[in-house]
Structures are given as C-alpha cells and as structure tokens.
C-alpha cells in the first residue's frame, strides 16, 4: 500500500521569506511524486511531479521541489513567498509499477498562507 | 496543459433526488477517470476508477448503487448521486488519466453538491 504524510496542517509565512511545505511518502516500488494546489471551491492544479531523473524539479509559479529517496521525502519550495501563494497544498504519490491507471494517493493538505 | 471540464459546478437538490454529475477531457482522450470526495477541510478521498467501456471500479465502503459511474465514452465520464441525503453533501472532484504511465492526472473544478 502506499501512502503519504504532509506533517503540517497550517505552515505561515512572511511574504518574500522562503516557503517550505514538507511531505513524505511510502511506496513499494519506485514513487511518482506529485504536488497540486488547490484555492477555494476549485479543482486542484498541478505544480509539478517527479517521475526520474534530476532530484530537483522545477514547476510552476517558481515552485519546486526535490526527491530524497534516503528520507523518502519531496518537500515543495519557492525562493520568495507571495500573497497570492496562499492555497491548500497537495503530495499525492503512486506506484510506478501501476502503468499509469492507478489513482493518485493524497497527503492531508497543508495549508498554506502568506502574511503581508 | 490538458483540460478536464466537469459539470455543474454548484448543485442544489431535494432529499430523495438523483444529481448526475459530468466529467470531459476536452482536448484528450481519457482512458481512465477517477472520482473524488473531498470533504471540508480535507484531503481528496478516491471513490471509484472509471475506465472507458467497463464497469467502474469502487473503493471499499463506496456504495456502487448510490453512486453510479458510467463511462460511455473516451471524453465522458458521469456520476450519478441516486437517492440523494444530507450527508452526501460534498464537493466531488473528477479526474482523468490520458495514460503515458507517468500517473499524471488533470482535475476538474469540482462539483458541489447540497441536499436539502
């Protein structure tokens, strides 16, 4: 089974400061990392995902994130934080032995809010 | 990016009603489409998997026959909310796959639902 942990309800901070949102996951084989944003009363939007390759993924609105397969962790960041970043942020995983028709495995959210 | 359309974004209805729900994939071909729960506050909860020609797959303690799943189509995918109740109030939240094997699922908006 797989599973994700977002530890963080609630993370603030200043804007301008640097933003980290931490996630963790568990899966049997090799992990499809995925972050997605969610404002309120919406769909959620995809940032970005790591899949192979380069640690370090870059996705949208300055967001990236990096795979650490020792922690088994892909915490989301963005260098300088803005208001507008505020929203309920997503880790999903899955298996990538599944072929591609599995759905995604979601964290709780964290909740993500940026003070003027 | 891909594009998922869901249909209607707010319903309101009766105790007792069916509400059905549509999910498009406007510019790909969905092999499969899956169906969330989200409710407030919390993470996406998977209901079932849709695939195109066959009978939908159900997560454990989803009632198949409360909510119904018909994918007709390679850019169709309905849920059907039968005998609606106050506590199926929710917001509902579709997703769609257009394979690859990377696992990289496109959202919609988002439906929700209040029963009355």
């Known amino acids: 089974a797989q599973s994700v942990a977002q530890p963080e309800d609630q993370v603030n901070v200043a804007e301008g400061n640097p933003l980290t949102v931490k996630c963790t996951y568990s899966?049997?084989?090799?992990?499809?990392l995925f972050w997605y944003v969610q404002y309120p009363n919406r769909g959620l939007q995809f940032l970005l995902k790591y899949i192979t390759g380069d640690n370090l993924v870059k996705g949208s609105y300055g967001f990236e994130a990096e795979f650490n397969k020792s922690q088994t962790s892909f915490h989301l960041k963005k260098p300088s934080a803005l208001v507008s970043d505020s929203a309920l942020y997503f880790c999903?995983?899955?298996?990538?032995?599944?072929?591609?028709?599995?759905?995604?495995?979601f964290g709780k959210g964290t909740h993500l809010i940026i003070q003027p | 990016g891909a594009v998922v359309s869901q249909h209607p974004s707010r319903v309101i209805c009766k105790s007792g009603t069916s509400v059905k729900i549509e999910c498009r994939s406007l510019?790909?071909?969905?092999?499969?489409m899956f169906w969330y729960r989200q409710f407030p506050k919390q993470s996406l909860m998977l209901m079932a998997t849709?695939?195109?020609?066959?009978?939908?797959?159900?997560e454990q303690g989803v009632e198949k026959d409360k909510f119904l799943i018909n994918h007709a189509s390679l850019t169709l995918s309905t849920l059907t909310v039968t005998s609606a109740h106050p506590e199926d109030s929710s917001f509902y939240i579709c997703?769609?796959?257009?394979?690859?094997?990377?696992?990289?699922?496109?959202f919609g908006e988002g439906s929700r639902l209040t029963v009355l």
């Open positions: 510019d790909f071909q969905a092999t499969t």
């Open positions: 997703s769609a796959s257009a394979g690859g094997g990377t696992g990289e699922l496109f």
């Open positions: 899966v049997s084989g090799n992990p499809y």
């Open positions: 999903a995983v899955r298996d990538g032995r599944g072929g591609g028709a599995d759905g995604l495995t």
């Open positions: 849709s695939n195109e020609g066959s009978k939908a797959t159900y």
